[in-house]
């Protein structure tokens, strides 16, 4: 491709200042155009970056065709950003930040109108593009520690932990917000998943999200457990989690290292250092620089980018079920 694709960037909050800083660091990639409906946030960008559209008015946004489009809007805007984008046709490329919507049904809905457009879609589930977690994977395609009879899932974080708990209703709790990237990893990783049993304590029950422990099994009857939190001490940082056993012996791996024992005691740990983390341009993490990397070269090349909007979709179907206590005992 002679001509750089064209990106455009709705929503200019953290994730849409992160993207909008790589996009134009990665060959064959330039930002022309952002979006934001705040006034102050136009007349901020105005004044830090140039030859760019940056406009508040969605009419004059639209009035142009691109290549492709980021929306890093909050996640209840997701679905008629997204519907709007594909209905007005200004582009058929989207990427949009996790958790693609709110709800399962509007997300089915996203990925039809995708299927109808054919073009390439993506959600920001940047954890697959970290080294440690890519590791994790080899190993368990490499049959390392034998076939997988279970494994355990955490994502915890210290948000909400000295004060108790947060006041949000359940749709924007520690499940959706912290869990989705440990839901999409564990996917990712053991195929399709069944919610079998919702073990939550009384607060989720009525409707506030602290965090929700739930079992599941995949389609070889493995089975997981899943512990979300981000009211639990110790967590500066979030962190996310897996310890997968094995006929032969147990990965655990997290954002910054992964280990592997076997059943006869022998031990090796490869740190994030150890497994040639390096990118062309760091911000934030490696991972974020794969990941437009990857999207930006699945337009180039018509492809279809792994983590799709169908893809993504399987995560929000599991959190609904999570939300509802579908399967509770």
């Not at 959600?123 to 490499?142: D, E, I, N, S």
């Amino acid at each position: 491709m002679n001509n750089p694709l064209k990106i455009a960037i709705v929503g200019m909050g953290k994730m849409g200042l992160l993207h909008a800083s790589l996009v134009n660091s990665i060959p064959g990639a330039s930002l022309v155009a952002i979006y934001d409906k705040s006034a102050l946030m136009k007349r901020f960008l105005g004044k830090a970056i140039d030859n760019v559209l940056i406009t508040d008015k969605y009419e004059q946004f639209a009035s142009y065709q691109y290549d492709a489009v980021y929306v890093t809007t909050p996640i209840p805007s997701h679905y008629s950003v997204v519907e709007n984008l594909y209905k007005t046709g200004i582009t058929k490329n989207i990427f949009v930040e996790k958790t693609l919507t709110s709800t399962y049904e509007h997300s089915k809905h996203l990925c039809q109108l995708a299927k109808e457009n054919n073009g390439t879609n993506m959600v920001g589930y940047m954890c697959r593009f970290a080294p440690t977690y890519q590791k994790a994977q080899t190993l368990l395609q490499q049959n390392e520690v034998g076939e997988i009879t279970a494994f355990k899932a955490y994502a915890y974080a210290s948000d909400f932990a000295k004060s108790g708990g947060n006041a949000l209703p359940i749709k924007g709790g520690a499940t959706r917000d912290l869990g989705a990237h440990i839901i999409d990893l564990s996917l990712w990783l053991f195929g399709d998943l069944e919610l079998t049993s919702v073990e939550n304590d009384g607060d989720f029950k009525n409707g506030i999200d602290n965090g929700s422990c739930f079992k599941v099994k995949n389609r070889q009857e493995v089975e997981g457990d899943f512990d979300i939190s981000w009211a639990k001490e110790g967590y500066r940082l979030p962190e996310f989690g897996l310890i997968i056993t094995g006929s032969k012996g147990v990965v655990s791996v997290n954002s910054d290292r992964v280990k592997i024992e076997n059943n006869y005691g022998e031990c090796k740990e490869l740190h994030r250092q150890d497994l040639n983390d390096n990118v062309p341009f760091l911000l934030a993490a490696s991972e974020y620089y794969r990941e437009d990397e990857y999207f930006i070269r699945s337009i180039i090349e018509g492809g279809k980018a792994e983590l799709d909007f169908a893809e993504a979709a399987k995560v929000d179907y599991l959190i609904e079920q999570v939300e509802q206590g579908k399967g509770q005992f």
